[in-house]
């Protein structure tokens, strides 16, 4: 069989051919390279990314003041790290309350350990007639009162900063819880010689509340009012109804509050008078406790005061 002989192809067609032929070849090379500068392409976009992640990664409890730095770049990329520059301000923030808050409260778990450890120890030391130890006895026992109500605040605050703090909310008198209130502080204000008056309006005055919790929070002001407040003094506690809220406010003629300490009377462990209050028992923790109690009803509290003018608290609570 002899060889078919060769077509002769149109010029056009013989051209395709050839180009398709060089297509063939450059067409991967082709593909190659866009990938190649696709991958070059991203790696740049995606640099700033992985230094985020690597400064970021470098951030730990140690150096949380430490800060990403933002790219001026206006896109999405500043954005993120603004945002996370500003998470990390906050996380900053709740630790330092924490670490402060911590530290605070074995200062004060400290004093009353320290007093009673040396009171022990002096009574063990020298032979002692039952009398003797029976006043220790007794100093020891008001220490130890002290001690564990102090245990309770700062248990009551930390549950309260974790949410384990459950107000058991029913239908709650006011106007009795409040008689109650005052019926408890009348012995400590008639020993003080600080008279204690009360305008109640004289019928049931019903609010969602825990009850105990309110409680809690009239006699943190009322002992306050009377604890600062010297002998022939007066403390007044008035409750009144107007728009859906009840008003409690507790007014004394006491010490007052000097008007710039007055932004952080209701800071954890604040004192004005920090040597005087802890000889009267006090750690700072009753206003605290006070706000969160009155804010966790969905009410608020609020303070008038002048330095040697008294000082009038009012708690707000929605009427249910
Ligand atoms: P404390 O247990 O020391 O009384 P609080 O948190 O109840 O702590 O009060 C904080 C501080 O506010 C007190 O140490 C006191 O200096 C001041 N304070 C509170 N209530 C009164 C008041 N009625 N009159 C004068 N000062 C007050």
Known sequence: MGRPAPIDLPVGIAEEQGAAAAGGLFAPLALLLASALGYWISRKALAPVDQITQAAQQISAQNLSARLAVPRSGDELQRLTETLNQMLQRIEEALD???????DASHELRTPITVMRTR??????????????????????????????????????ARADSGAE???IAPANIEDALHEVLAQAAPLAGE???????ALPGHAVWIAADRSMLQRLFLILIDN?????PASGRVSVELTTMNG?????????????PEDELPRIFDRFYRVDKARTRQAGGAGLGLSIGRWIAEAHGGSIRVESRSGEGAKFEVVLPVA
Request: glycine share 6%; hydrophobic share 40%; charged share 20%.
């Open 97 to 103: 309350r924490i670490t402060r808050f911590s530290g």
């Open 192 to 198: 003080k010689g600080v008279a204690l008056h009360s």
């Open 166 to 168: 459950q107000l058991r």
């Open 120 to 157: 022990v120890e002096l009574a063990l030391r020298h032979p002692r007639t039952p009398g003797e130890n029976q006043d220790t006895l007794e100093q020891l026992h008001s220490e130890l009162i002290q001690a564990s109500n102090l245990l309770d605040n700062l248990m009551l605050l």
């Open 225 to 229: 009012a009377v604890k600062y407040t």
């Open 245 to 257: 809220s009840a008003t409690v406010s507790v007014k004394d003629t006491g010490i007052g509050i």
